[in-house]
């Protein structure tokens, strides 16, 4: 496997002291940048100028986001880095902890000279290494984070060796680096971790709502790596020929069966299952569910006896209701995934599960998930980030959005 190891610090938290971090409204001037058309903002004897998404309140992103500029010393701490960000995705977690409805809630602080304590969001990106402090880091070097609440909508950040995790940056995009560490790592995770009795066999069946999705792509893609067979459940588009382009563009990646939800939750879908099952002992052994509600409830009752189903999130804003009947006569399990929880409690694991996805990546086992780019530069207008942001849960999309960071 590609090389990937943390880098272990001594001595220094993951926030470092304000005396490295100063708020700034001082002009700035351009220097020259080592990779192409690339610049650094350079402020006053030698401090780097920064630019970060903040909020201080919770609510709307168009409403509580800024753009605040601060400067970030030369002088590094003991085992530290000055980071310089590349990419960073926008995900829907991102957007829950900006509303205040995630179950995570994160710190507020000062450290970036705001004008009230604020957190900048964003917890997955690749930064490249501007300068280190750190034995085990150089300039050039690519890393992601480490742990989760890193905050990545930021133009650069300062940050302990600790907190960031060093990935072989040999034949990856910065987005395809950017986005290895929730997505494709949830899906690995539940399809590995989360059945009953013996793992996934090869031949074996899940069904997943939210096929669509960074983690439902992700999981027909390994899925088929692994043998595994699958059932897709999917939102119809506005145009039956909409729909059957998604349905061939994820049958190409993988799937085995791609329905709708209203072909899900009709009468006769549980004849079709049990047709496509047949000859399966214990028909589908694990559900992955996204969405709650009826398609819920739906993915529960298309389990197999002793099945389990995997809760990983509520797009539907909708409790899971779940018949008794199922945890009696069925044995049905049902559990709940939560990336950031498995990724703070066990880095190596995650070291490895992102080292293996990106050795897929390089030999074209894996495809990207389908990306929308949002430049950012250092004129960049906040209204335009906090749009891209906004959009993130709103109607059908075409790809994920991505901060593509340019000229800062």
Same mark, same amino acid.
């Given at each position: 496997m590609a090389g990937l190891r943390p880098i272990r610090a001594q001595g220094i938290a993951n926030s470092l002291s304000r005396s490295s971090i100063r708020g700034t409204r001082s002009n700035t001037k351009l220097s020259p940048g080592s990779q192409g058309q690339v610049r650094y903002k350079s402020g006053p004897y030698g401090y780097t100028q920064a630019k970060s998404l903040v909020f $201080?309140?919770? *609510?709307?992103?168009?409403?509580?986001?800024?753009?605040?500029?601060?400067?970030?010393?030369? #002088?590094?701490?003991? $085992? $530290?880095? /000055?980071?310089?960000?590349?990419?960073?995705?926008?995900?829907?977690?991102?957007?829950?902890t900006i509303q205040g409805t995630y179950g995570a809630k994160p710190a507020f602080s000062s450290l970036l000279g705001t004008a009230s304590p604020s957190v900048v969001p964003g917890n997955e990106g690749v930064f490249e290494v501007v300068s280190s402090s750190s034995p085990g880091l150089a300039k050039g070097d690519w890393v992601i984070p480490q742990k989760t609440q890193?905050?990545?909508?930021? #133009?650069?950040?300062?940050?302990?060796?600790?907190a960031v995790l060093q990935i072989d940056k040999a034949g990856l995009t910065p987005a395809q680096a950017a986005t290895v560490a929730v997505n494709p790592c949830s899906a690995y995770r539940?399809?590995?971790?989360? &059945?009953?009795?013996?793992?996934? +066999?090869? *031949?074996d069946w899940f069904l997943q709502n939210?096929?669509?999705s960074g983690v439902g792509r992700a999981a027909i893609q390994l899925a088929r790596l692994w043998g595994y067979r699958s059932v897709n459940v999917v939102r119809a588009r506005p145009s039956p020929a909409e729909t059957q382009a998604l349905r061939d563009e994820l049958a190409a990646l993988g799937a085995t069966h791609v329905v709708t939800e209203d072909e899900f939750l009709a009468r006769d879908f549980k004849d079709r299952l049990a047709e496509w099952t +047949?000859?399966? !002992?214990? %028909?589908? !052994?694990?559900?992955?569910?996204? &969405?709650?509600?009826?398609?819920? @409830?739906?993915?529960? !009752?298309s389990l197999g006896e002793g099945g389990t189903?995997?809760?990983?999130?509520?797009?539907?804003? @909708?409790?899971?209701?779940?018949?008794t009947g199922l945890l009696i006569f069925k044995d049905v399990r049902f559990v709940g995934f939560w990336l950031s929880r498995w990724a703070d409690r066990d880095p190596a694991s995650k070291a490895q599960t992102v080292a293996?996805?990106?050795? /897929?990546?390089?030999? %074209?086992?894996?495809?990207? #998930?389908?990306?929308?780019?949002?430049?950012?530069?250092?004129?960049? =207008?906040?209204?335009?980030?906090?749009?891209?942001?906004?959009?993130?849960? =709103? *109607?059908? +999309? #075409?790809g994920k959005g991505i901060f593509v960071f340019r000229d800062t």
């Open positions: $201080s309140e919770y *609510g709307e992103p168009k409403d509580v986001l800024k753009l605040h500029t601060h400067s970030l010393s030369p #002088t590094l701490p003991s $085992s $530290s880095v /000055l980071l310089r960000t590349l990419a960073a995705p926008i995900n829907p977690a991102d957007v829950n890193f905050g990545t909508w930021r #133009t650069h950040a300062l940050a302990a060796a600790s539940m399809l590995r971790d989360y &059945v009953a009795g013996a793992p996934l +066999r090869e *031949g939210g096929a669509n +047949r000859g399966s !002992r214990e %028909g589908v !052994r694990l559900g992955l569910n996204c &969405v709650g509600g009826k398609s819920a @409830q739906a993915v529960a !009752r189903m995997v809760t990983y999130g509520g797009m539907a804003r @909708q409790p899971v209701a779940l018949p293996e996805i990106l050795d /897929l990546v390089r030999e %074209g086992k894996f495809r990207d #998930t389908p990306v929308v780019e949002v430049p950012w530069t250092w004129d960049t =207008e906040v209204d335009a980030l906090k749009e891209a942001v906004q959009g993130t849960l =709103e *109607g059908f +999309r #075409t």
